[in-house]
């Protein structure tokens, strides 16, 4: 479940006080993992999966309570929420009511700024070398250029002109120290959430896109690392071919890495980048693993993924270089889609686990790999993901052959079927094992998070103020005791 589903008075979810409520109910119920999608800035689309930066966190996730409770905010700061629904994000209502909130906060801070604030502001800038001042900067950019495309700004600005940048920061010194204020805020209250679930015995497990979005901060500064024509754009993007579910495969539109050069830069990005993901999880799930070992290749001028090619990537040196940089990395390999021996070897060198989803494992026979009994222990079971049906939603879709051999798998008659595939998945020998909150709560595909490849009315669920009850706290912690799973703080 993703912070931005979690209840609150604001209209999104938040890392603030519901959060940590979250955290005592996963420790109640003995549960040792929560995982969240990627917690970056959201732009077009509201996709965590595309974000203004890899480095950055979303400032739609601050928590307005936390900031009145630490003196960032006063009461008189919070409007009244314009009637936002509790069941939903509402992005078009809730980024601007947000957005006010914490504009109120830095400018209450530039006036009134206590000594220790000040410091610990100036701490984290210094910490953040790396990306924050060019994220800063481009998002000030951003808002002066009515949110275009930074391939669409003046030359000067797209092409990062010394001079042109010197003179914005500048002119617009206020916007850019409030871009940098607000992922003060959002780290100072993230680091304080994880360190709550780690003292209660939680564990994060984050998510890594292998991929960054064409306008972000990441291209826009380092264009060096992607391949991009001369204004910018890119010359060959990323997706899957076509399959059995898409005839035109899915063309995401991501520039790709010039492996050369981050090979000849000793994959110094990558360790930045993995460093700052750890240093706010606990466990990586590493998305499109299949990616790090050879990757679909689409020109950049088609319009779908039919035109395009496998070429390998150097996903050995990669996990090398950072593994020496870092040590052991705790990655869970999210190795879904078409998957080639190489991309399996490449997993199992490094030891990462690869991914089961119950929900697919129904149809076919005894030998379907996501059929429990097929599991190794290196593995982790997902009842399914922000992507799939809910599992309610799978069975009320499912044909008759696959709900049949579901119920005959798990000698149940399906009335409660998303617990029947809770208890197999918890059962399993799979290392980890994992359900989404709408499969815990029984709902169907009216809560689903994602339908992948469409745009517009995805990953806005929430869960409802009064979901976490007394007799599921019950029931989550009997199948953790039962089969060996309970987390103990």
């Not at 990627?38 to 900031?67: H, K, M, R, V, W």
């Not at 409802?464 to 029931?475: F, G, I, N, Q, Y």
Request: charged share 20%; with cysteine; glycine share 8%.
């Amino acid at each position: 479940m993703h912070p931005s589903s979690l209840p609150s008075p604001y209209g999104i979810g938040d890392i603030g006080p519901q959060a940590q409520q979250w955290i005592e109910f996963l420790a109640e119920t003995g549960t040792g993992l929560w995982q969240i999608l990627p917690l970056g800035p959201t732009g077009y689309g509201d996709s965590p999966y595309q974000c203004f930066s890899a480095f950055a966190g979303n400032p739609y996730l601050i928590s307005p309570e936390a900031l009145l409770k630490n003196g960032l905010l006063h009461s008189d700061d919070i409007i009244e929420a314009p009637n936002l629904p509790a069941e939903q994000v509402d992005f078009g209502r809730v980024i601007p009511f947000k957005l006010g909130i914490l504009e109120r906060s830095f400018i209450r801070f530039k006036n009134n700024p206590s000594s220790q604030i000040q410091q610990e502001f100036e701490a984290f800038q210094a910490a953040q070398t790396h990306w924050l001042p060019d994220y800063a900067l481009f998002m000030a950019i951003k808002e002066t250029q009515k949110s275009h495309s930074w391939v669409e700004w003046p030359a000067p600005l797209r092409d990062r002109n010394k001079q042109a940048l010197q003179d914005f920061r500048g002119a617009y010194a206020f916007a850019i120290e409030r871009h940098t204020y607000f992922q003060f805020l959002f780290f100072q209250q993230w680091n304080e959430l994880r360190a709550y679930a780690n003292q209660n015995g939680v564990q994060i497990l984050g998510d890594m896109p292998i991929f960054v979005a064409h306008d972000s901060a990441d291209v826009w500064a380092k264009r060096e690392l992607f391949y991009l024509d001369e204004i910018g754009q890119p010359t060959v993007v990323a997706g899957v071919p076509p399959d059995y579910f898409s005839p035109t495969g899915q063309r995401w539109g991501n520039p790709i890495y010039r492996w050369d050069v981050h090979q000849t830069q000793n994959f110094s990005w990558w360790i930045d980048r993995f460093t700052a993901i750890f240093s706010m999880v606990d466990i990586i799930r590493l998305d499109h693993f299949r990616g790090f070992a050879g990757y679909w290749e689409i020109p950049g001028d088609e319009e779908t993924a039919i035109n395009g090619r496998w070429v390998p990537a150097p996903g050995e040196a990669l996990f090398q270089s950072v593994e020496a940089a870092l040590g052991e990395l705790p990655i869970v390999a999210e190795d879904l889609g078409e998957i080639t021996p190489d991309v399996d070897d490449l997993r199992e060198k490094f030891g990462f686990p690869g991914m089961k989803i119950l929900v697919f494992a129904f149809d076919g026979d005894s030998e379907n790999p996501f059929l429990p009994h097929n599991y190794t222990p290196n593995s982790v079971v997902y009842t399914g993901t922000h992507d799939n049906d809910t599992t309610l939603g799978w069975y009320q879709r499912a044909d008759e052959k696959a709900s049949d051999f579901a119920r005959r798998y798990l000698a149940r008659d399906g009335r409660d079927i998303t617990w029947d595939l809770i208890r197999a998945a918890w059962g399993s020998v799979a290392v980890f094992a994992l359900a989404p909150m709408q499969d815990l709560l029984s709902l169907d595909n009216t809560a689903r998070m994602n339908f992948p490849s469409t745009l517009g009315g995805n990953w806005e669920w929430r869960m409802k103020p009064d979901a976490l009850t007394k007799s599921l706290a019950v029931r989550l912690r009997e199948q953790n005791q039962l089969y060996g799973r309970f987390a103990k703080n």
